[in-house]
């Protein structure tokens, strides 16, 4: 099975991309709750935040791919406001039927 923690090539399911989601905030939630009770839990809070950097934005990347949009939406994210809630309404929306440029619709698989 091939790892896809930095691969932005490809499409990957809603289900996914929300799932990897929910658990990065649990996670975060609860580095947030043991920094407030011990500050050195600040560190393993930073280095968790880096190694998940950069399969966050191959993840949303392959997420925008899904829905036949080019990765480069995602720099939406650095209009105000707006740039970042259109993203997270790109990435709720269903996956586009069928083939696209970016690959077979992971849904049929």
Known sequence: MK???ADF???VRRQTYWM???VNVIISVVFAI???IAGFFAIFSGLFTLAILV???ALGVRR???IGKSGWWYLICFVPLIGSIWL???WATDSQPGANEY???PKGM
Do not use: A, K, M, W
Request: aromatic share 8%; proline share 4%; charged share 15%.
């Open 103 to 105: 690959g077979e619709n």
């Open 9 to 11: 090539d490809g499409r």
């Open 64 to 66: 925008l791919h899904d």
């Open 55 to 57: 399969p966050s934005i």
């Open 88 to 90: 997270i309404v790109l």
């Open 20 to 22: 990897f989601v929910l």
């Open 3 to 5: 790892n896809h923690y």
């Open 34 to 36: 043991l920094t407030q």
